[in-house]
């Protein structure tokens, strides 16, 4: 990740919960397609991977990780850049 990134992402994590949704809306809308058969296979694929990732955590194969401790290790992470 490069500085730039990296800052804005300290800075972008320090916004209310609020204005990172609306940025976080923001950012995947400027990514979506205008072709409607690749984003209708995006869209299958997400679904599958969803799907996935339900069956992972009920398998007990993947553990989820509090928001407190997730949000003090990114922070971290972008503090050592």
Request: charged share 30%.
């Amino acid at each position: 990740m490069s500085p730039e990134v990296s800052d804005l992402l300290k800075r972008a994590l320090a916004l209310s919960v609020d204005e990172r949704a609306a940025l976080a809306n923001t950012l995947l809308d400027s990514l979506e397609t205008t072709n409607e058969s690749v984003a209708g296979s995006v869209e299958e694929a997400w679904d599958r991977e969803v799907a996935r990732r339900i069956e992972d955590l009920k398998t007990g194969k993947a553990v989820t990780v509090p928001w407190e401790q997730l949000h003090r290790e990114l922070l971290a992470m972008v503090n050592e850049r």
